[in-house]
């Protein structure tokens, strides 16, 4: 009960953060919503490298730090081309590490520091992206947060009454096929009452194309949030751990709670990129 109390409390905590990083994008700056971005990003990674242990040289973590603090203050500040090239030259930096570095890295430790740049920094990319989406930013961003806590949810729900078959026992043994199937529904309806609430009239000019778009997004949606989700466990699995971090009571770390946001992040993006 103390557990469930704990969870549930920093649930209604993150949702706050959340929603209250969406109202002041809409009211104040669209820019606030990169301080809740720069924020996943910056303790993902840190996350990331005490998951990663020694298995990134000193020097690697240095460049993936450096990584997380200066993409979303680029991206603010200077504009997409100035992230690009940020990204170039901590690719570039990892793999210099195996020439100025040589006796402490190895190829391996290169292979994470570019998971670790990757994830969840550079994934987190695209949403800086789809904040910026004129005129669907507003849009994109309600969807990005919307759909994947209700998946979540929706799988959790559905999978614990029905329960059946596992979807993924190798890498998450409590998932079930039923569990999945309540995600697409949770997207789906996530989507639908986003474009109820805030986008009817504002894509396209027929109502029934609107509806059938919007579906599409929560189901593909939810079906990259499952994926997330996957993923982050696999990671877990192979480094031997429960969870990323303990930020968040009851839940762990951050990248507990955002790992399948950062996808269906992207997803939107490209989703509003292809009709923009």
């Not at 309600?142 to 759909?147: E, H, K, M, N, P």
């Not at 770390?253 to 399948?260: A, K």
Request: hydrophobic letters at 55%; a positive charge; proline letters at 3%.
């Amino acid at each position: 009960m103390k557990n469930f109390i704990t969870r549930a409390i920093t649930s209604v905590f993150v949702v706050v953060a959340f929603a209250g990083s969406i109202v002041l994008r809409q009211l104040v700056d669209y820019r606030l919503m990169y301080v809740l971005l720069y924020l996943f990003a910056v303790l993902g990674t840190f996350e990331m490298i005490r998951a990663m242990g020694d298995r990134l040289t000193s020097l690697q973590k240095c460049i993936a730090v450096a990584f997380s603090l200066s993409v979303t203050p680029a991206f603010c500040f200077l504009g997409g081309t100035s992230v690009a090239i940020i990204t170039a030259c901590a690719v570039l930096l990892t793999l210099l590490t195996l020439v100025f570095d040589f006796q402490n890295t190895t190829i391996d430790s290169c292979g994470f520091t570019f998971i670790t740049l990757a994830y969840p920094t550079g994934l987190l990319i695209p949403t800086l992206l789809a904040n910026e989406i004129v005129p669907y930013g507003f849009i994109a961003m309600v969807l990005t947060f919307a759909i994947a806590p209700f998946a979540d949810s929706g799988a959790y729900i559905i999978g614990s009454l029905l329960k059946g078959p596992k979807l993924c026992p190798s890498i998450s043994p409590k998932k079930t096929v039923s569990g999945a199937i309540g995600g697409l529904l949770g997207g789906a309806l996530a989507s639908i009452l986003v474009w109820v609430i805030f986008a009817k009239g504002q894509i396209f000019n027929s109502v029934t194309l609107e509806v059938i778009f919007f579906i599409i997004l929560g189901v593909l949606g939810a079906i990259v949030t499952i994926i997330g989700d996957l993923i982050e466990g696999a990671i877990k699995r192979k480094l031997g751990i429960k969870d990323m971090g303990n930020l968040l009571p009851g839940h762990g770390g951050v990248l507990d709670r955002i790992d399948s946001t950062i996808l269906c992040g992207a997803f939107i993006y490209l989703a509003f990129a292809f009709i923009n």
